[in-house]
């Protein structure tokens, strides 16, 4: 491993676009205009929604607005675990009871399968290989930590779900120190820009209006407000996710938390075969500062973890680029995974913004009584739960319209949840900086005392979330 990190590309949105190539843009919205649906937000949500309400009704016309290009935030981003978590599902199941958790929980499971299909039929190529999720425990408190959660996540429903021990981990993946593991098969690995470009041409092959270069300043009842003109709809509907807080009065409703990735340059043979990593699955650990990986198509490791969580402000990133500091400890974590390969250079870097609601739990809502609506608040795992969202939105405007009953998408736990604010500045750097610091900690103290349970700091931590 090259022990600099100046010749890395550090960056230029992400790798994915270095890989696949940054779009052509979209024009601009030209003058005030009109539609039945505007879709704020061209990432995964808003196509998404796009896609699955233009499909139900053809007749409606429907315009996304974008302020950079489809796919610039998150999901041209992302590390590519489409998987089946959601954030919020065990609160959900505290508000809503256990048989409602569960019932999202399926509506998960089902949506991974859906992202896959959907990307068949239309014709997507984005390097998908369904190999499940496997994430793993290096320490005594991880593995306590691993075991709690893989039975909770049995109570949730997942019966198909393995616990390995140290040998059958190491059979599958080579990981340094690695004690146990468990892996669902409710899991792909996708290549996040190669989906979004697609999604956007199916959408616009579709018959959907689709502006780019288009901020949109402010959001009201049956108005999306953009600096050369306005979109009147019944409809308003706000995928914003990350960059929520620049609108207009949502300044503290969801946090832009960081998160950020490198990729090695491709390796050997040999070096996968010292590896393992056959089965592709998508890697993440049990780490309270967690990490997640992917074997990329093109045979590299892709990694992530939190760099320098929240910005002051609930300011947003420069196109990516990275603080050395975050790809040297993204590298240091690379390195304590995969010793073997000491030798590998990290090729580039790069960030992206995540929404956290107050409480940590995603939602889809639409008020009736507005006609605005909004999904996102994902946390850090919006892949797949952006596809829930948007068949959830279809069916809300559905109802609303008239065109349409209630389904069993409308009927899940985290639709029309409302969650308060979050404090304002400087509240909010000083509680999440330190979070974030009081994580660290904890996963340091629980490597070198090799205790078997939490460390104290981590429960500390958890509070001061609000999780
Ligand atoms: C580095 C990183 C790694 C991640 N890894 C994973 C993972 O492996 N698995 C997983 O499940 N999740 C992961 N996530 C989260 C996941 O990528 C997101 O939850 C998901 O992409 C959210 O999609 P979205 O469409 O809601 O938001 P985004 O993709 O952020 O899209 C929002 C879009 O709205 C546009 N926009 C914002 N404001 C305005 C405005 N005012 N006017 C017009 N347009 C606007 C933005 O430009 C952007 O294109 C990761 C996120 C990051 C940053």
């Not at 608040?377 to 009953?405: E, F, I």
Request: hydrophobic share 40%.
């Amino acid at each position: 491993m090259s022990s600099s990190v100046s010749d890395v590309v550090n960056g230029g949105i992400s790798y994915w676009y270095a890989d696949d190539g940054l779009p052509a843009v979209r024009e601009p919205l030209p003058g005030d205009a009109s539609a039945d649906v505007v879709i704020v937000g061209g990432g995964y949500t808003g196509l998404w929604t796009a896609y699955y309400l233009k499909k139900a009704a053809p007749f409606l016309r429907i315009t996304v607005l974008e302020q950079k290009f489809c796919g610039y935030g998150a999901s041209g981003r992302n590390g590519g675990w489409l998987y089946n978590g959601i954030a919020g599902r065990d609160r959900y199941a505290k508000l809503h009871g256990q048989e409602a958790a569960v019932r999202l929980q399926r509506a998960m499971n089902d949506t991974v399968d859906e992202v896959v299909a959907v990307a068949a039929a239309e014709g997507i190529e984005a390097d998908v290989h369904k190999g499940g999720v496997l994430e793993v425990a290096r320490t005594p408190a991880q593995l306590a930590r691993l075991k709690a959660f893989h039975e909770a996540e049995a109570a949730f429903g997942e019966k198909d779900r393995e616990l390995y021990g140290a040998r059958e981990t190491a059979e599958r993946i080579r990981i340094a120190d690695a004690v146990g593991a468990s892996w669902t098969p409710h899991g792909a690995r996708v290549h996040p820009v190669k989906l979004v470009k697609g999604l956007a041409a199916a959408v616009e092959a579709l018959g959907v209006v689709i502006h780019e270069q288009t901020p949109v300043t402010e959001i009201r009842p049956k108005h999306a407000v953009a600096p050369y003109g306005t979109v009147r709809a019944p409809y308003v509907l706000r995928c914003t996710e990350g960059f929520t807080a620049a609108l207009k009065g949502e300044r503290r409703t969801w946090l832009p938390m960081n998160s950020s990735m490198i990729v090695t340059e491709p390796l050997s043979d040999e070096q996968w075969e010292s590896v393992g990593w056959d089965g592709r699955e998508t890697l993440g650990d049990m780490a309270h500062a967690y990490m997640y990986a992917q074997r990329t198509a093109d045979g590299r490791i892709a990694l992530g973890g939190r760099g320098v969580p929240y910005r002051f402000g609930s300011a947003t990133d420069n196109d990516g680029r990275t603080q050395e500091a975050t790809v040297a400890a993204l590298r240091e974590i690379l390195l304590a995974f995969f010793p073997q390969l000491a030798g590998v250079r990290v090729a580039h870097a790069w960030s992206g913004v995540l929404g956290v609601p107050r409480d940590w739990c995603a939602t889809v809502t639409l008020d009736r009584s507005t006609g605005l609506g909004w999904a996102g608040g994902y946390v850090g795992s919006g892949v797949a739960t952006a596809n829930l969202a948007a068949r959830t939105l279809r069916d809300l405007v559905q109802v609303d319209s008239g065109q349409g009953g209630r389904t069993e998408l409308t009927e899940l736990p985290w639709v029309g949840h409302e969650v308060r604010k979050w404090e304002p500045e400087p509240l909010r750097w000083i509680g999440v900086r330190g979070m974030y610091a009081v994580y660290r900690a904890a996963d340091r103290r629980e490597a070198v005392t090799g205790a078997a349970v939490s460390s104290r700091l981590a429960r500390v931590a958890d509070w001061v979330a609000g999780r």
